[in-house]
């Protein structure tokens, strides 16, 4: 069992920067793909940006070239800087770590973007 715990998100106006971290219960060393996903009310949850244990990326077309997923295997986080954030970018923003075939899931962190 894993536990992830996300935290960093906030109000912040359009144009403004965020970063959201996500810690692991257990070291990161032995998690294979992390990522970051998010949802709106009435929509299914969406992916924004992975990141496997080597380090290769991934990100959604919406938030290229803004987003910014790292991983930090020392302090087991997995995190999201969100740069030139615009009101669309507004969701609930989830974490999840694969661990072998086993996907888990954060609570979830509240990112409110105000035009």
């Known amino acids: 069992q894993v536990h992830l715990v996300e935290s960093g998100g906030g109000l912040v106006q359009a144009g403004g920067s965020l970063r959201l971290s996500c810690a692991a219960s257990?070291?990161?060393?032995?998690?294979?793909?992390m990522g970051w996903y998010r949802q709106t009310p009435g929509k299914q949850r969406e992916l924004v940006a992975t990141i496997t244990r080597g380090g290769s990326t991934n990100y959604a077309d919406s938030v290229k070239g803004r987003y910014t997923i790292s991983r930090d295997n020392a302090k087991n986080t997995v995190n999201l800087q969100m740069n030139s954030l615009k009101p669309e970018d507004t969701a609930v923003y989830y974490c999840n770590a694969f661990v072998g075939v086993f996907l888990y899931w954060g609570q979830g962190t509240q990112v409110t973007v105000s035009s």
């Open positions: 257990q070291s990161t060393f032995s998690i294979n793909d």
